[in-house]
Every structure is written in C-alpha cells, then in structure tokens.
C-alpha cells in the first residue's frame, strides 16, 4: 500500500493542484469567455500527460486513471455548481483521457521500462537455470555417496549395552550405605 502511495502522490499532487487552481484564474468576468479552455483542453491534457508519464514508469495501471476524476470533483462543488450533466459527462471525458493517457505511455514512452523489465526477467531466468543445475549436481552428488559402502562401519553391538541399562541392579540398600560411609569417613 506505502509503495502504490509513493508512486501515486506526486502525479495526484500536480494533477490536483492543476485543478484546483487553474478554475481560479477564471473566476474573473473578462476570463470567464476562456473557462471552456480549462474544460476540454487543460484538464483532459493534465490526465493524458500525467497519465502517460506516469505509465511509461511503472506500466499499465488503471487505478491511475481515476485521479483526475476524483480531482476533478471538489473544483465541480466548488466553482462550476455541484452535480450536474455537463459535470458528469466532463467526469467521464477526464477518465477516458486518464484512460487514453496510460495506453499513450505504455506504447510510446514504454519502451525503456519494458527493457528494463525485460532484463530483469532475463537475469531471474538465469538464476534459476543456476539454481537447478546446483540442484542436479548435489542430487548426483548424494546418488553416488548412497550406492558407495561406508567407510564407517561400525561393528560394536551397541544393543547389548544398552539393554542392560534397563535392569534393575542387584545392590543392596545396606551395600549402598557402607558406600555412603566410606566416602563420608575419607571426607573428615
């Protein structure tokens, strides 16, 4: 989640500060004449090109193209009277762009990522080829240790030790306490 945050925040930034602020410079009476401009060229150029950027980094990823819609909804509330028809459809227009934008990216500016890409599954695909030609030899490896006979061999019947631990001794508690004394008289 912290690594789509990273990736989204600058262009979510730009893509909101544009806007938010570009409505304001035409509040003005004289300006109001050019508030089409904002609409269907400044806006949807900020999703396509902040799109393809963005896209030509990182790939395809449709979430992205949600942005500029999302942005565009507190400048709708805010300058241009709340939800209306023409609104929604500008909402629609901004994600098509948004849309258009990330396949814009992906086909002309993608190229170095998906070298870079490329690349990368290369090596990958290089380590694991390694990693199984190790894996073949330690599995021939312990193919031939099994079939040669041990040098280790080892011909003390451990068995028969090992069962007499198990009886009971035959000592007496009296031998047992002469023991005792003798080891407490040699003590003083």
Request: aromatic residues 14%; hydrophobic residues 45%; proline residues 4%.
């Amino acid at each position: 989640m912290d690594s789509m945050i990273k990736k989204y925040l600058p262009y979510a930034v730009t893509i909101f500060a544009i806007f938010l602020l570009v409505p304001i410079v035409f509040l003005g009476s004289t300006m109001r004449t050019f508030v089409p401009v904002a609409f269907y060229v400044i806006f949807p150029c900020t999703a396509v090109i902040s799109s393809a950027i963005y896209c030509s980094k990182y790939g395809l990823d449709f979430l992205f193209a949600l942005i500029a819609p999302i942005a565009y909804i507190p400048t709708m509330l805010i300058y241009y009277g709340g939800f209306n028809l023409a609104n929604i459809i500008l909402l629609a227009v901004y994600l098509v762009s948004g849309i258009f934008g990330l396949f814009l990216g992906d086909i002309a500016l993608g190229d170095k990522r998906r070298k870079k890409e490329e690349e990368e599954k290369a090596e990958a695909e290089a380590v694991l080829l390694e990693a199984k030609r190790r894996d073949e030899l330690e599995r021939e490896k312990r193919e031939k240790n099994e079939e040669k006979p041990s040098n280790d061999y080892d011909d003390f019947d451990y068995d028969k030790y090992l069962s007499d631990i198990d009886k009971p001794s035959d000592t007496s508690h009296d031998e047992v306490d002469d023991i005792l004394d003798e080891i407490r008289q040699n003590k003083y």
